[in-house]
C-alpha cells in the first residue's frame, strides 16, 4: 500500500466550478501535512499546510482529519490558472526532514 | 535570481555510462534534498543534508547512487553505470531546518538513458 494516496484524476470542470481533492496517508506517525501544487513541466510548489482545525487561504480550503487519517483540498469559483496537478504531502517530523508526496491529481479547469 | 539552481537542466546518457549533476540551493537554507520524479508520479524522496552531514537516504538510493554536499553549500548527485530504469526528474529542493516542511524546488535534472 502507498503511504499516500490520491485519486490521479484528470477532474475536468468547467471555470467557476466548485472541485475536491481527497487524499489518505497510512503512517499515523506522520505529522505535518500539506498540499503542493505542480505546474506542467515545473518544479512542485507549496500551496498550503493541513491543519486539524482545518485552513482557507482564498478560494482554497484544506481540511485533515487524523482518526481517519484523511486529507482534503477544495478549490472554490476555480480559475484557469488553477489548471496543475495538486500533490498531497505528508511528513514525519523530527530527524525525518523528507517530505513524501502522492502521485497528485491532475486538474483541468476549462473556459 | 536566488532560487534553487541545477545544473545541467537536461542529460542524455548511454548505459553504463557515469553522470553527475550539480545543486545549489538559496543561500541561507542548511537543508538540502534531493528528489527523483518520474511521468504521472509525484516526486520520491532519495537523500538530505543538513549542512554537510547526510542525514538521511532512502532505499531507493541504490549504491550507484552517491551524493555529497562537501562544504555545507552545493551538493552533487552521481550516478554511476547508469540503467535505463534511472531515467528520470531529479529534483533538488532546499529549506530552513525550521521550517523543512516548506521546501523549495529547483528546475530539475532531466535525465534519459539510451
Known amino acids: 500500500r502507498k503511504e499516500v494516496e490520491q485519486d490521479p484524476g484528470p477532474f475536468n470542470v468547467p471555470e467557476g466550478a466548485t472541485v475536491a481533492f481527497n487524499c489518505t496517508y497510512s503512517?499515523?506517525?506522520?505529522?505535518?501535512f500539506f498540499w503542493y501544487r505542480q505546474d506542467c513541466r515545473k518544479e512542485p510548489k507549496l500551496l498550503m499546510s493541513?491543519?486539524?482545525s482545518g485552513n482557507e487561504d482564498g478560494r482554497f480550503t484544506a481540511q485533515l482529519n487524523r482518526a481517519s487519517q484523511y486529507i482534503s483540498l477544495l478549490i472554490r469559483d476555480s480559475k484557469l490558472s488553477d489548471s496543475a496537478t495538486y500533490l498531497c504531502?505528508?511528513?514525519?517530523?523530527?530527524?525525518?526532514?523528507?517530505?513524501?508526496f502522492g502521485k497528485g491529481t491532475k486538474l483541468s479547469v476549462k473556459p | 535570481d536566488t532560487g534553487v539552481s541545477q545544473d545541467p537542466r537536461h542529460k542524455i546518457t548511454k548505459r553504463g555510462q557515469n553522470v553527475t549533476f550539480r545543486c545549489d540551493p538559496i543561500?541561507?537554507?542548511?537543508?538540502l534534498y534531493w528528489y527523483r520524479q518520474t511521468l504521472g508520479q509525484g516526486p520520491e524522496f532519495l537523500t538530505y543534508?543538513?549542512?554537510?552531514?547526510?542525514?538521511?537516504k532512502s532505499r531507493l538510493l541504490s549504491d550507484r547512487f552517491s551524493a555529497e554536499r562537501p562544504k555545507g553549500s552545493f551538493s552533487t548527485l552521481e550516478i554511476q553505470r547508469t540503467e535505463q530504469g534511472d531515467s528520470a526528474m531529479y529534483l533538488c529542493?532546499?529549506?530552513?531546518?525550521?521550517?523543512?516542511?516548506?521546501?523549495?524546488f529547483g528546475p530539475g535534472t532531466r535525465l534519459t538513458v539510451t
Open positions: 543534508f543538513q549542512n554537510e552531514a547526510q542525514l538521511e
Open positions: 543561500s541561507e537554507h542548511n537543508r
Open positions: 493541513v491543519y486539524s
Open positions: 529542493a532546499s529549506s530552513l531546518v525550521e521550517s523543512s516542511y516548506e521546501q523549495y
Open positions: 503512517n499515523s506517525a506522520s505529522q505535518s
Open positions: 504531502v505528508v511528513n514525519y517530523g523530527g530527524s525525518q526532514g523528507n517530505l513524501i
